[in-house]
């Protein structure tokens, strides 16, 4: 069966268009031959309309699948990302699985043999349908494309059902850019069958306007309307909360912008909660004394007079494992706010509220009633949160000292990124030792970062890639990453000559520097329970893998920098942040003897 290239087009034409107003502005290509068509018309689209649409290509299809991860985690909006046909889908997985478990926005188009190659041994065609299960919100098999007006209209509801299932966050406050990490969405996934002639005819008359409905709101699609608790739930939870020992517990993504942090802390200042603020959380830009962010630290030391008879949790737990497991057992009600599910491996929920955490703050905050504020803000309270103000200080103090330390510790030079990191950029953590050393010395204040990490499943595939991709919404962007981190993803590098060909036709110059600690293996189990003397620790833990990260460099055409003292990073960073594209400066740190490094500051 022959399929006609104009038919072809128009089918492609009228589905992107409809992704375009719907909100897709990223599309990612992985190149493969039976993915021909999505890929031309994308192209076509980007090259026509570049205001509309961006395009990038990534020949390494995992890390493809988490650039666009990146790309969607701070836009808000579903980003595209096309592959080929057979394995090519299956390197997209730990993507999607991403997506799912952080709610990131991800529109997955797959290209396919057609209906009559399946299951007679053609090469490159497997079974495609339903490929990544239950992990994806949506699954549609597309038909073979079509010029009929139906099929038309079809190909353009598709699109706007995927937009739908994927999610897309409401527009940001005026004038504001949006923080990342506080998304509600999810992946999606359509398969495309495709006969030969492959190519499309791009030059159909219509390509993208055939069957176009006329635009009546085109800025009121699929808008995430506000969920303010009702009046009278309003008036439940705040008898809940009066004369008991209240403290709040902020995850990942608890505000997407500053407005909403400071609205926030507006709610939190009134009724005297002191706000255990995860890295993550967007909260940390805002100096507040009521912000807690060395709780981590301060719960080594002490849980005098710090314990909660309310635990009110917004997001996911923290990083702080300590922190998770001090509230686990204060026997505290445990009030979780968050719009779809309360995300309890600790099983102990006792109150669900379907909201954000701004419209719950400010669902309390109207809900007050003359003199009732003074009632919120008792004695009792006040002495609870002094009681955190003054440990959180104590803390502050310790991790201070960091500060004297020149060479070895990566304490210090985590610190030094995140001062010397510039106001409005992005900050992206690798899991393992990276994150946790950031929610131990990025210590509140007034610059303004967006701090992420993939944290959905903790895994160190993609973080390269998504780093890449969020950077692409920031003038400057630095990645912390381990030395294990990047050599998963060190095809990532590849993106250097990607992000110049943007550059050179006329798209953004973002600069992202790679911070290397590298200690030459899996430090962070020197820190578990697995951690031994035998030999087989090394072994099947720690697995130095002696890489020689300037040479790996130098084949990516990655400019490189090594530094083993504070000032020279200083230097290195310094220079780094003036360079567009990809930069990779390696602190070489040791391997042995990380709890006692950190002993000063944990414990």
């Known amino acids: 069966m022959s399929v006609d290239p104009t038919a072809s087009a128009l089918f492609l034409g009228a589905f992107f268009d409809e992704l375009e107003r719907w909100g897709v502005h990223d599309v990612v290509v992985s190149p493969g031959s039976r993915s021909t068509p999505l890929s031309m018309v994308a192209h076509e689209l980007s090259c026509r309309f570049p205001e509309r649409m961006r395009l990038y290509v990534d020949v390494d299809e995992r890390g493809a699948a988490f650039f666009a991860l990146g790309l969607a985690k701070v836009s808000g909006n579903p980003a595209a990302v096309i592959c080929t046909s057979g394995t090519a889908i299956a390197n997209y997985y730990p993507a999607v699985l991403e997506a799912e478990s952080s709610r990131v926005p991800l529109i997955v188009l797959t290209g396919d043999r057609p209906p009559r190659l399946q299951g007679l041994g053609a090469p490159q065609t497997c079974d495609?349908?339903?490929?990544?299960?239950?992990?994806?919100?949506?699954?549609?098999?597309?038909?073979?494309?079509?010029?009929?007006?139906?099929?038309?209209?079809?190909?353009?509801?598709?699109?706007?059902?995927?937009?739908?299932?994927?999610?897309?966050?409401?527009?940001?406050?005026?004038?504001?850019?949006?923080?990342?990490?506080?998304?509600?969405?999810?992946?999606?996934?359509?398969?495309?069958?495709?006969?030969?002639?492959?190519?499309?005819n791009l030059q159909a008359e219509g390509l993208f306007e055939t069957g176009r409905r006329s635009d009546v709101l085109p800025d009121l699609r699929a808008v995430n309307l506000p969920s303010y608790l009702d009046p009278v739930d309003a008036r439940r939870v705040l008898d809940l909360l009066r004369e008991r020992r209240v403290v709040v517990l902020a995850g990942e993504g608890s505000v997407a912008t500053l407005n909403e942090a400071n609205a926030l802390l507006a709610w939190s200042d009134a009724f005297g909660y002191p706000v255990l603020a995860d890295p993550l959380s967007g909260l940390r830009s805002v100096s507040d004394p009521l912000i807690i962010d060395n709780y981590d630290t301060v719960l080594a030391t002490t849980a005098d007079d710090l314990t909660p008879e309310v635990v009110i949790r917004f997001g996911r737990f923290p990083v702080s494992k300590r922190a998770t497991t001090f509230m686990a057992q204060a026997d505290a009600v445990n009030i979780v706010v968050d719009p779809y599910e309360t995300r309890d491996y600790n099983s102990a929920t006792d109150l669900l509220l379907r909201c954000t955490p701004l419209d719950f703050s400010q669902s309390l905050l109207?809900?007050?009633?003359?003199?009732?504020r003074e009632t919120m803000l008792n004695d009792r309270q006040r002495q609870f949160a002094y009681e955190w103000v003054r440990a959180n200080d104590a803390a502050a103090a310790r991790i201070d000292a960091v500060d004297a330390a020149e060479e070895g510790f990566e304490g210090a030079f985590v610190r030094r990124v995140v001062d010397r990191a510039p106001d409005g950029s992005c900050l992206f953590a690798a899991n393992s030792m990276s994150v946790r050393a950031l929610d131990t010395f990025y210590m509140k204040g007034g610059k303004?970062?967006?701090?992420?990490?993939?944290?959905?499943?903790?895994?160190?595939?993609?973080?390269?890639?998504?780093?890449?991709?969020?950077?692409?919404?920031?003038?400057?962007?630095?990645?912390?990453?381990?030395?294990?981190?990047?050599?998963?993803?060190?095809?990532?590098?590849?993106?250097q000559r990607e992000l110049r060909v943007q550059r050179d036709a006329g798209g953004a110059a973002p600069s992202i520097v790679i911070v290397l600690l590298n200690n030459n293996g899996g430090g962070i189990f020197d820190m578990l329970p697995q951690r031994s003397s035998e030999a087989y620790f090394e072994r099947l833990?720690?697995?130095?893998?002696?890489?020689?990260?300037?040479?790996?460099?130098?084949?990516?055409?990655?400019?490189?920098?090594?530094?083993?003292?504070?000032?020279?990073?200083?230097?290195?960073?310094?220079?780094?942040?003036?360079v567009p594209g990809i930069s990779l400066i390696e602190v070489r740190v040791p391997l042995e003897g990380l709890p006692e490094r950190y002993a000063p500051y944990w414990s």
């Open 541 to 578: 833990f720690l697995t130095p893998q002696d890489v020689d990260f300037g040479a790996a460099a130098q084949a990516f055409g990655v400019p490189y920098a090594a530094a083993e003292t504070v000032a020279a990073f200083d230097e290195a960073y310094r220079a780094a942040l003036d």
């Open 448 to 495: 303004d970062l967006t701090v992420l990490c993939n944290r959905g499943l903790n895994g160190i595939d993609g973080t390269v890639s998504t780093a890449l991709g969020a950077a692409q919404y920031f003038a400057h962007t630095t990645l912390l990453t381990g030395d294990l981190t990047l050599l998963h993803d060190l095809n990532a590098l590849a993106l």
């Open 366 to 372: 109207a809900g007050l009633r003359g003199v009732e």
């Open 128 to 200: 495609q349908l339903n490929a990544y299960g239950s992990h994806v919100r949506a699954f549609r098999q597309m038909p073979l494309p079509t010029g009929e007006p139906a099929a038309l209209a079809f190909a353009r509801q598709a699109a706007r059902e995927a937009c739908a299932a994927a999610g897309r966050e409401a527009a940001p406050f005026a004038g504001e850019s949006r923080a990342a990490g506080a998304c509600l969405g999810g992946p999606v996934h359509l398969n495309f069958p495709f006969d030969e002639p492959l190519k499309p």
